[in-house]
Structures are given as C-alpha cells and as structure tokens.
C-alpha cells in the first residue's frame, strides 16, 4: 500500500509518504506563507526525493480538520484535484482524533489547536475515549486536566503540552482504524469548521 498524507490545518504544512508497509519521508515546514504557495511544490519535492509517482499511489489520507480556514480549504482542494486526476480514493481524517492516537495519558485531558483570542478548537477525551463532541470556544487552564496541543501558548494563562498535528498521525490513525473508515466521494469530502459556540 501506497499512501499520501497531507495536514495543513494548522501553520504547520505536513506531508508524509508510507511505501511498501513504512513511512518512508516526512517534510514539515512552518507556513511563512500561504499553504497555497507551498501544497504542491512540496509534494512534488517529497514524490521526486524519493523516486516515487503520484499515479502509483494507492489512496490520500487527508486532515478535515478542525482547524484552520485558509489551510484546510487549500489541503482539501488540493487533494481533490490530485485524487481525481489520478483517479485514487481519499479518506478524510479527523485532526483532533489522528492527534490524540499519540496521546497516553489515562484521566480526563483535552485535545486542542489555537484558533484565535483565546479560542481553541478542541475535543475532551478519558483515557483515549472521547467525551462530548468538538468545540470552538474560549479555553481556560484547568488545573487537573491537560491539555495537548498545537500553538496554545498564544492563549494567556494556559499550561499545555505540545502536541502538533502531524501527516505521520493520520497515517498512524489509517492504520489503526482502516476497518472502520470509509473512502469518499470527492463530492462528499468537506472540511470541519466549527463555529464558536
């Protein structure tokens, strides 16, 4: 199985490349700019480093989200337009729940990416379930709760652990969940902005 992951709901642009049952590259770079200027080209850079063409890929893992507007609408049209000019399927992931795969801890925590002020999107779990369903709103320090996360530190008086969002975590999660998970149509993939509540 051949698989392409792309994450981009955050500043962070993140592709990575499994081939023949391993993750055989993964780049990662902090958006100085647009993700739309960058998507493509570092595709192509990660295809070419590793001797390797898209039509040879099995499916595209993708992150909906929550998670950052202009990242997210980029990733996914991108994606769409990769998947239908190669005629492969996309299974689209969750950014909250492919972050909290790599997340051991046994009590009560949160999931969570800055989104502005003092808003997070995020997502409350107990010893890996989750627990209630995601939410953009203002978050608070909790003082018998982590909170794991991505870029919280531009949020005053909140303790977390850093926790980035990754294209290696939706290839974990594919893994771990292929079972359950669906490909989908192009049409039917949207991504998951949630409104603050």
Known sequence: MNILAIDTSTDLCSISLFLKDKIVDTYEEERVISHSKILASNVDLIMTKNDFKVSNLSLILLSIGPGSY????????????????IKKPIYPINTLEAMALNIADKNSYYVALYSHRNYAFYQEYFNGKKIDKQYCREIKNHKNINIYGYNLDKIEGIKSINSPPSSVNLINYFLENKEQLE???IADINPIYLDKS
Do not use: N, P, Q
């Open 183 to 185: 490909e989908k149509d």
């Open 70 to 85: 202009s990242g997210l609408r980029v990733s996914s049209s991108f994606t769409k337009g990769l998947a239908f000019s």
